[in-house]
């Protein structure tokens, strides 16, 4: 009897997964978008038990997110677009006692048009979360990947260039030869896959992802494929020659989940990679489709067998939930792991004022310097800590002591980005908390529910299920909960690029008086 392997591996808000494998050890790092810290990363001996480690972008002035605002535009009859800018598609390598993470920032700055800035950053020891600043360099394009040609000694990188916003089809795959060391392009771009060699790549559309290995004398191109959503999938070809020509596999797309009836959708933007004994696998992201096409938890993190026989194409698995495999695990695979940061997984909001947050473990209490800046502003960041929500059925707690000066609101957060939230917030003008939502494909944001309060605290709590969400309050001296409303599932749940986080905030109204801090106890998501 084999092993079982139990999915997502990397639960809630975990795209665009980019794996390694050094010193008996995985590494995977997931896109963050328009999140601080960026760019997480992870680490397991066993690829079932997985821990964050850090995040490759810890301080602030390492990258400017105050631009990854969100796009939304119509993509096909009553169908939109949901697109949270930021850092897009990482990939993990290693090489020489390097650690490398190459990436897109996509940013709008205010008025301006969509730019893509690529990079790539490098530590020589992952577990103590100091990443270098970005080198960066010219794609005009976006997921950069990066590969070592261990034989010429050569860097490569390849790149998704598009005609066109995101959304566009016309994208193909292309490659330069890059200085590692400065980010100085060494060759021409030249296109390998995608709609300019339209004779070698029929049925591809809006082709990205990329990733090169090279294998029994061959280079293997895996790229992701017709959209990142219903038809989503990963195809694969290769070539003797690193520049080409490249040989379209006749059996693509190599994974999918169009078409089927599989509770995990939207399958592809994959990573292959083998363990110490020999063994492939790959990583791909998914959402699990729950009843009435409900996601609001959105792309997550699956592990997927692949068997790839000496000179022929890799055969992977389907994503599902749980599977077994005859594979023999690495060698200490029962080691455990260093103990990560207490707050390694706190997000933030863009371009976070870090000096606004104090934390007191000791009163498991955190105040919040208010921003000027609502959780619906579009660049710059807002007051806001939070975690991303990793089951369905979920439950996020907070006390909040009132605030007795005026102008201020404070609160806890259901949040996806600016266009999308639904807020349990306490004003200090009304003396009324009330459920604000802030749902942009519905229409303007309105007010669910309210109630007055008279106490010094107040308890919050939002409560999810695959289904819905309800919010509640209830004072210090009250043993019940009142229940201020619920939405749909639905209304977190479109064409999107992230997951929900559940968090608190605080803002003032009035920017011209400064304002105190106002302090939460007991944030527990769960």
């Not at 949270?84 to 996509?106: D, K």
């Not at 990079?119 to 394009?141: H, V, Y």
């Not at 292959?272 to 489709?289: E, I, K, M, P």
Request: negative net charge; aromatic residues 12%.
């Amino acid at each position: 009897m084999g092993t079982t392997y139990t999915n997502p591996i990397i639960s809630g808000f975990a795209p665009d997964p980019s794996v390694v494998f050094v010193d008996n050890t995985f590494f995977l790092v997931n896109s963050s978008f328009h999140i601080f810290p960026g760019l997480p990363i992870y680490a397991s001996k066993n690829l079932q038990e997985w821990t964050q480690i850090g995040n490759a972008f810890s301080r602030t002035s390492q990258i400017d997110l105050s631009n990854a605002t969100t796009d939304v535009f119509p993509i096909g009859p009553n169908k939109n677009l949901v697109a949270a800018l930021g850092l897009f598609a990482p990939t993990i390598r290693w090489h020489n006692g390097v650690f490398y993470i190459i990436c897109t920032n996509t940013v709008r700055p205010e008025g301006g048009k969509l730019r893509t800035d690529n990079f790539f950053i490098s530590t020589t020891d992952i577990w103590a979360n100091k990443w270098s600043d970005p080198i960066w360099f010219d794609l005009d394009g976006i997921d950069a990947s990066l590969f070592f040609d261990d034989v010429t000694g050569k860097v490569y990188v390849q790149g998704s260039y598009r005609d066109g916003e995101i959304g566009a089809q016309k994208c193909s795959i292309r490659q330069f030869e890059i200085d590692i060391t400065t980010g100085k392009k060494l060759s021409d771009t030249r296109p390998l896959w995608g709609y300019e060699l339209a004779a070698t790549s029929e049925g591809i559309s809006d082709i990205e992802g990329p990733h090169l290995y090279k294998k029994d004398g061959y280079y293997y191109l895996l790229a992701a494929d017709g959209g990142t959503f219903e038809t989503h999938r990963a195809s694969i070809a290769r070539s003797r020659d690193i520049w080409g020509p490249y040989e379209v596999y006749e059996n693509n797309p190599v994974l999918t989940a169009a078409g089927t009836d599989e509770y995990i959708q939207n399958v592809g933007h994959a990573d292959l990679f083998h363990d110490g004994a020999g063994t492939w696998w790959a990583v791909c992201l998914g959402v699990r489709n729950e009843t009435g096409g409900r996601s609001p938890i959105g792309r997550e993190t699956f592990l997927i067998p692949v068997e790839w026989p000496v000179g022929e194409w890799p055969v992977f698995g389907r994503a599902k939930m749980q599977f077994e495999r005859d594979a023999m695990s690495p060698q200490l695979s029962n080691e455990r792991l260093p103990r990560p940061s207490e707050r390694v997984d706190d997000v933030y909001i863009r371009d976070a004022n870090l000096s606004d947050y104090e934390f007191s473990e000791h009163e498991n209490s955190i105040k919040l310097t208010p921003s000027e800046n609502g959780l619906s502003a579009a660049h710059g960041t807002a007051t806001f800590i939070g975690k991303r929500q990793r089951l369905s059925n979920s439950i996020a707690t907070a006390i909040l002591w009132v605030p007795t000066e005026p102008h201020l609101k404070a609160g806890l957060s259901l949040f996806k980005e600016n266009a999308r939230h639904v807020d349990i917030c306490y004003d200090t003008d009304t003396k009324i908390i009330t459920l604000d939502a802030c749902l942009q494909l519905k229409g303007e944001p309105e007010v669910i529910g309210q109630v007055a309060v008279t106490a010094q605290k107040v308890q919050m709590k939002i409560s999810s299920s695959a289904e819905s969400y309800e919010f509640f309050t209830r004072t210090e001296t009250s043993e019940e909960w009142v229940l201020l409303g619920s939405i749909d599932a639905l209304d977190m749940t479109a064409c999107d690029f992230t997951g929900t986080f559940l968090g608190i905030f605080a803002v003032t109204t009035s920017p011209q008086q400064a304002a105190g801090a106002v302090r939460f106890e007991d944030f527990v998501v769960s």
